[in-house]
Nanobody
Framework: QVQLVESGGGSVQPGGSLRLSCAAS????????MGWYRQAPGKQRELVAA???????NYADSVKGRFTISRDNAANTVSLQMNSLKPEDTAVYYC??????????????WGQGTQVTVSS
Protein backbone atom coordinates (compact mmCIF):
# COMPACT_ATOMS: atom_id res chain seq x y z
CA GLN A 1 0.00 0.00 0.00
CA VAL A 2 1.07 3.54 -0.76
CA GLN A 3 -0.25 6.58 1.05
CA LEU A 4 -0.15 10.02 -0.55
CA VAL A 5 -0.31 13.13 1.60
CA GLU A 6 -0.81 16.48 -0.08
CA SER A 7 -0.04 19.94 1.20
CA GLY A 8 -0.40 23.43 -0.16
CA GLY A 9 -3.40 24.80 -1.94
CA GLY A 10 -5.66 27.55 -0.69
CA SER A 11 -7.08 30.75 -2.09
CA VAL A 12 -5.29 33.25 -4.28
CA GLN A 13 -6.14 36.15 -6.54
CA PRO A 14 -5.86 35.85 -10.32
CA GLY A 15 -2.25 36.14 -11.39
CA GLY A 16 -1.00 34.76 -8.11
CA SER A 17 1.01 31.64 -7.37
CA LEU A 18 0.61 28.52 -5.26
CA ARG A 19 2.71 25.43 -4.70
CA LEU A 20 1.33 21.97 -4.10
CA SER A 21 3.38 19.16 -2.63
CA CYS A 22 2.72 15.46 -2.22
CA ALA A 23 4.67 12.86 -0.27
CA ALA A 24 4.33 9.13 -0.79
CA SER A 25 4.89 6.66 2.02
CA UNK A 26 4.59 2.93 2.45
CA UNK A 27 6.93 0.00 2.06
CA UNK A 28 8.69 -1.60 -0.86
CA UNK A 29 7.14 0.40 -3.63
CA UNK A 30 8.46 1.52 -6.99
CA UNK A 31 6.73 4.62 -8.31
CA UNK A 32 6.82 4.93 -12.06
CA UNK A 33 4.84 8.12 -12.60
CA MET A 34 3.66 10.82 -10.22
CA GLY A 35 1.24 13.49 -11.21
CA TRP A 36 -1.47 15.95 -10.42
CA TYR A 37 -5.06 15.82 -11.53
CA ARG A 38 -7.85 18.27 -10.85
CA GLN A 39 -11.60 18.20 -10.74
CA ALA A 40 -13.79 21.26 -10.91
CA PRO A 41 -17.46 21.17 -9.85
CA GLY A 42 -19.55 19.44 -12.48
CA LYS A 43 -16.54 18.40 -14.52
CA GLN A 44 -14.54 15.23 -14.95
CA ARG A 45 -11.19 14.75 -13.31
CA GLU A 46 -8.43 15.77 -15.70
CA LEU A 47 -4.68 15.41 -15.86
CA VAL A 48 -2.79 18.59 -15.04
CA ALA A 49 0.80 17.38 -15.17
CA ALA A 50 2.74 14.16 -14.73
CA UNK A 51 6.39 13.24 -14.39
CA UNK A 52 8.08 9.90 -14.78
CA UNK A 53 10.91 8.56 -12.66
CA UNK A 54 13.37 9.41 -15.44
CA UNK A 55 12.29 13.04 -15.39
CA UNK A 56 10.18 13.32 -18.54
CA UNK A 57 7.00 15.29 -17.98
CA ASN A 58 3.82 16.28 -19.74
CA TYR A 59 1.26 18.99 -19.14
CA ALA A 60 -2.29 19.80 -20.03
CA ASP A 61 -2.37 22.45 -22.76
CA SER A 62 -4.26 24.78 -20.45
CA VAL A 63 -1.38 24.98 -17.96
CA LYS A 64 1.67 24.85 -20.21
CA GLY A 65 4.01 27.73 -19.50
CA ARG A 66 2.35 28.47 -16.17
CA PHE A 67 2.73 25.29 -14.13
CA THR A 68 5.89 23.32 -13.42
CA ILE A 69 6.00 19.81 -12.01
CA SER A 70 9.05 18.50 -10.20
CA ARG A 71 9.93 15.32 -8.41
CA ASP A 72 12.40 14.01 -5.86
CA ASN A 73 12.73 10.29 -6.46
CA ALA A 74 14.79 9.67 -3.33
CA ALA A 75 12.19 11.34 -1.13
CA ASN A 76 9.20 10.09 -3.12
CA THR A 77 7.76 13.56 -3.39
CA VAL A 78 6.21 15.54 -6.22
CA SER A 79 5.47 19.24 -6.37
CA LEU A 80 3.47 21.48 -8.63
CA GLN A 81 4.42 25.14 -8.88
CA MET A 82 1.46 27.08 -10.21
CA ASN A 83 2.03 30.60 -11.50
CA SER A 84 -0.21 33.10 -13.26
CA LEU A 85 -3.23 31.39 -11.82
CA LYS A 86 -6.60 31.95 -13.45
CA PRO A 87 -10.14 31.54 -12.11
CA GLU A 88 -10.55 28.50 -14.35
CA ASP A 89 -7.77 26.78 -12.41
CA THR A 90 -10.13 26.57 -9.46
CA ALA A 91 -10.61 22.91 -8.58
CA VAL A 92 -9.74 20.17 -6.15
CA TYR A 93 -6.25 18.96 -6.99
CA TYR A 94 -5.32 15.33 -6.46
CA CYS A 95 -1.90 13.76 -6.27
CA UNK A 96 -1.50 10.49 -8.14
CA UNK A 97 1.14 7.79 -8.05
CA UNK A 98 1.39 4.98 -10.56
CA UNK A 99 3.21 2.17 -8.79
CA UNK A 100 4.86 -0.73 -10.56
CA UNK A 101 3.77 -4.01 -9.00
CA UNK A 102 5.42 -6.52 -11.32
CA UNK A 103 6.29 -6.63 -15.03
CA UNK A 104 3.64 -4.40 -16.69
CA UNK A 105 1.16 -4.38 -13.83
CA UNK A 106 0.60 -1.06 -12.10
CA UNK A 107 -1.58 0.23 -9.29
CA UNK A 108 -2.86 3.78 -9.07
CA UNK A 109 -2.98 5.60 -5.74
CA TRP A 110 -4.62 8.93 -4.95
CA GLY A 111 -4.25 11.60 -2.36
CA GLN A 112 -7.20 13.03 -0.50
CA GLY A 113 -7.32 16.19 -2.61
CA THR A 114 -6.58 19.81 -1.85
CA GLN A 115 -8.71 22.79 -2.82
CA VAL A 116 -7.30 25.55 -5.01
CA THR A 117 -9.49 28.62 -5.42
CA VAL A 118 -8.57 31.50 -7.71
CA SER A 119 -10.83 34.46 -7.22
CA SER A 120 -10.71 38.21 -6.87
Amino acid sequence: QVQLVESGGGSVQPGGSLRLSCAASGSNFNIDTMGWYRQAPGKQRELVAAIRSGGSSNYADSVKGRFTISRDNAANTVSLQMNSLKPEDTAVYYCNARVLIVATIFNNYWGQGTQVTVSS
